[in-house]
């Protein structure tokens, strides 16, 4: 009679399908990364790494293969989106200091 497979002997089958698409300093920046790229329909994981090693260290946000690409464009942007309105609030903040020197003149 031959052994069915146990639980963890199933997850570590689907995980080994995955790869990584970005790794991450903190859980909440990887649920977001999980969450963005399932919300665009490419299916996505988070593994803690055990052990930091020189090159990985963090937490890994991973997808199938197949979808690495996409993934890859879809956390790109995301960040260029987040990286633009983290400029125009810089640019708003030092826009208050200006309006106050110029506001008694005129």
Do not use: C, W
């Not at 977001?32 to 930091?52: G, H, M, R, V």
């Not at 020189?54 to 996409?70: H, N, P, R």
């Amino acid at each position: 009679m031959a052994k069915r497979p146990t639980k963890t002997q199933k997850l570590q089958t689907k995980i080994q399908d995955f790869v990584v698409v970005a790794f991450t300093e903190d859980m909440d920046q990887a649920k977001n990364y999980e969450t963005l790229l399932k919300s665009n329909d490419i299916p996505a994981i988070i593994q803690e790494e055990s052990e930091e090693s020189e090159d990985t260290k963090g937490i890994a946000v991973m997808v199938l293969e197949d979808f690495l690409d996409e993934a890859h464009v879809i956390i790109e942007s995301q960040d260029a989106y987040d990286d633009f309105y983290d400029l125009a609030l810089d640019e708003e903040e030092e826009g208050d200091f200006d309006s106050d020197i110029f506001g008694d003149d005129f």
